[in-house]
């Protein structure tokens, strides 16, 4: 299953692809910004699914912890994220594990990555992430 799942993410071009009950659900917005709404907007959803995803740094690894995620497959994680989800009981497998997510440009690390270094849990993550998300609003 999680192999049609890469697959669906690759060959349509999503950011995320996720998979609960039978039902897969793709989506295209950059960064956080999908798993943030689902968790936010329609959070039994993320409970118990399996998703495909890009890019997965400490922050979009806390939102899936948060959100009950019961296994990922990362085509690209970060060390920092992987240390996080080794914590919970979330299943995962990737395709590549970097140092730190890179930001877009490739001029630095990715902003979200850098704001939850230090935070220790997918708890702790979460305001910085609620700060990060409202401050891209602005």
């Known amino acids: 299953m999680m192999g049609e799942l890469v697959s669906l993410l690759h060959e349509g071009g999503y950011s995320l692809v996720l998979q609960k009950d039978g039902k897969i659900h793709t989506f295209s917005e950059r960064g956080v910004a ?3 709404r689902l968790r936010s907007e329609n959070p039994e959803l993320l409970q118990g699914a399996f998703l495909a995803d890009k890019v ?3 922050g979009v690894a ?3 912890i948060l959100g009950g995620v019961a296994e990922l497959h990362a085509d690209v994680i ?3 994220a992987l240390s996080l989800l080794a914590e919970s009981p979330v299943r995962v497998s990737y395709g590549e594990k970097v140092p730190s997510i890179r930001n877009r440009a490739r001029t630095g690390f990715c902003p979200l990555e850098t704001l939850c270094k230090d935070a220790k849990t ?8 609620d ?3 409202n401050s891209m609003k602005k």
């Open 78 to 80: 970060s060390e920092p």
């Open 62 to 64: 806390a939102l899936m």
């Open 34 to 36: 999908d798993l943030y």
């Open 122 to 129: 997918a708890a702790q993550c979460l305001p910085l992430i």
């Open 131 to 133: 700060e990060f998300v």
């Open 56 to 58: 997965v740094g400490k």
